[in-house]
């Protein structure tokens, strides 16, 4: 399975970015696929899950109500919204693919494939 992300840049705080995570597999129906974080001198830090079957969301409870994960209908692409983006949330964010849900949506070892991860700065 190869991801691909997208949709990083530089922004100023309250602005919005939205990422993009393009997967390759045969199927997806088994999988959750997630966004995570990781800041300069910071462990990865998880964000957002979404399982594809189903729809079933996830996200880091400091991050909800501002960012929003959703799979496209026609394509095997995940996104990541991002609104009222604060300097904070500066980081490179990598798209991850658990191929068999196991339901520790948040924990990084549950996750087989990483994409390469997109720089997002947000600027105050």
């Known amino acids: 399975v190869q991801l691909q992300a997208s949709g990083g840049g530089l922004v100023q705080a309250g602005g919005s970015l939205r990422l993009s995570c393009a997967a390759s597999?045969?199927?997806?129906?088994?999988?959750?696929l997630a966004w995570f974080r990781q800041a300069p001198g910071k462990e990865r830090e998880f964000v957002a899950a979404i399982r594809w079957s189903g729809g079933s969301t996830y996200y880091l409870d400091s991050l909800k109500g501002r960012f929003t994960i959703s799979k496209g209908n026609a394509e095997n692409t995940v996104y990541l919204q991002m609104n009222s983006l604060k300097p904070e949330d500066t980081a490179v964010y990598y798209c991850?693919?658990?191929?068999?849900?196991?339901?520790?949506?948040?924990?990084?070892?549950?996750?087989?494939?990483w994409g390469r991860g997109t720089q997002v700065t947000v600027s105050s």
């Open positions: 991850a693919a658990d191929p068999y849900s196991n339901g520790r949506y948040s924990y990084t070892g549950a996750y087989s494939y």
């Open positions: 597999a045969r199927t997806f129906s088994s999988y959750t």
